[in-house]
């Protein structure tokens, strides 16, 4: 099942507003990824973190990986409406090589 | 386009039925990672390959098998097929097996195989 507890589970908000979302695990994790889904497409990488402590920066989305190596956040400034979809968190652990495990998303909604 | 190629994007079939899911990985990359995506929920990781060996087992039922050919495609082969197999299953591939410092140890998704079962 699930170790990746994603919140919050879904948010609306208006166009131009900024956007916070957060990963936690009880494990730690080597490697932190978020990921946006866009209806009936395949995940699609948005920011990649490699060292507990790094901030990293893909346009208007800013990622961090927590220095205790067990949470990650995602923020996204100035929201546009195609900021729209799901995004997830993902981790990778040393003991379970390159597979991912994903938390449950959130689901994005931006209104015009 | 991610590079990674699914087939068939949707596929409808009966209960009791067997079908087979196939992908074929980006250029180079050796490892081909399964998983299942049931409506409304995250992602579940079913099983991974790396150059034609199973590397990692997750949630994967004995009604479900696949295997990587020497050309590194892989296929998912689900049989006996139940109502609750209904789901979107997405291929992943990568250039390597293990947590890494670069962007080439990072899964990149094919755009998945839509199943219904009626």
């Known amino acids: 099942g699930q170790q990746l507890n994603q919140s919050p589970q879904s948010m609306f908000i208006q166009e131009g507003e900024d956007v916070s979302m957060n990963c936690t695990s009880s494990?730690?994790?080597?490697?932190w990824l978020w990921y946006k889904q866009d209806p009936g497409e395949g995940p699609v990488l948005l920011i990649a973190?490699?060292?507990?402590?790094e901030l990293t920066s893909n346009g208007r989305l800013t990622a961090q990986f927590g220095i205790t190596r067990k949470d990650s956040f995602l923020n996204i400034s100035a929201s546009i409406p195609s900021d729209v979809g799901i995004y997830f968190c993902?981790?990778?652990?040393?003991?379970?090589?390159?597979?991912?495990?994903f938390g449950e998303g959130t689901q994005l909604t931006v209104n015009p | 386009d991610s590079g990674v190629t699914q087939t068939p994007k949707h596929l409808i079939t009966a209960t009791g039925q067997r079908v087979t899911l196939r992908c074929s990985p980006r250029?180079?990359?050796?490892?081909v990672y399964w998983y299942q995506q049931s409506l409304d929920q995250g992602l579940q990781f079913l099983i991974q390959?790396?150059?034609?060996?199973?590397?990692a087992k997750g949630n994967i039922l004995e009604r479900f098998s696949a295997q990587q050919f020497p050309d590194l495609h892989s296929e998912l082969n689900l049989s006996s097929l139940e109502l609750g197999d209904s789901a979107l299953y997405f291929c992943?591939?990568?250039?390597?097996?293990?947590?890494?410092?670069?962007?080439?140890?990072?899964?990149?998704f094919g755009a998945g195989s839509r199943l219904t079962v009626l």
């Open positions: 992943a591939s990568s250039v390597a097996t293990h947590p890494g410092t670069s962007v080439a140890n990072v899964l990149t």
């Open positions: 494990s730690i994790f080597n490697t």
């Open positions: 973190l490699y060292k507990a402590g």
């Open positions: 993902a981790g990778q652990r040393e003991t379970s090589g390159s597979r991912l495990t």
């Open positions: 250029s180079g990359d050796l490892s």
């Open positions: 390959y790396y150059n034609g060996e199973e590397r």
